[in-house]
């Protein structure tokens, strides 16, 4: 297999081979927050911590840990689905649970126009030096118009450093599908899918990561028989070279999550 080809393949969320924590995952979540220590990642009055809605995977880059991303979500009077809230990341001992490093995302989650749907873990083999292999958390969301559909999903990587959970990058969006049409026929819409991939990483520092864009647009019409009928456009792949800067790389404003 060629090596650029590799490389790509290595740059590809593995979710059939990560291990999910099955079906305890709720129950194996509670029981990590229920080892935190004093003074870490502390419940908010008046928010709960979304264990049902979590995700729990195994990483496979090291299967003596466990990765887990979870909601906390501020309390509704009425229990309603639209929440804010916080998103805490735990990395955690695969066989006791116990918390080895934890990050709070405060004001992660909103549910404004814009609603939350799920949070997910990327395990591709994001080897971003010799000795660092990154991990990701994505989110999705959408919004409830006909008239405008709108989802998008965002991508952030994380890293340890020592006994610490640092952000590597800001939100990226990888997904992005919007438009407005009749809802019946006419309309204009536009679907961004981003890749990305690592170069081989160095002797010294942080590889360098690469995003492709494919970027289409659509639009429909209704033709003299009223049959409905789309013009789909491919637009020019768009490349961006992402250079790290210490540990940390900056996004161009084009791939940044603005909400």
Known sequence: MRPALLLLLFALPFTSVAQDCGQDSEQRILRAYQQRQAGELPVRSGFTVAANQGACRVWPADT??????????????????????????????????????????????????????????????????????AFGVRTQRSNS???????????????????ALEAVTERMVVAHFNGEWDTRCSGDFIDIKRTLELSPPPAQGFAQMHVRERYTTTRNVEDANGNCVDDKKQQPIRSYQLRPQGRHYPLPDALKATF
């Open 64 to 133: 003596a840990l466990t990765l887990m991303a979870v909601p906390v979500l501020a309390d509704t009077p009425d229990g309603g689905a639209d929440q804010d809230g916080d998103l805490d990341l735990l990395v955690v001992d695969s066989a006791t649970l116990r918390p080895r490093a934890t990050l709070r995302l405060a004001n992660e989650i909103s549910s404004d126009a814009i609603r939350f749907d799920r949070v997910s873990l990327d395990t591709a083999r994001y080897q971003l030096s010799t000795d660092t292999r």
């Open 145 to 163: 118009s006909q008239p405008n559909p709108f989802n998008d999903t965002q991508l952030q990587l994380f890293a340890l450093n020592g006994n």
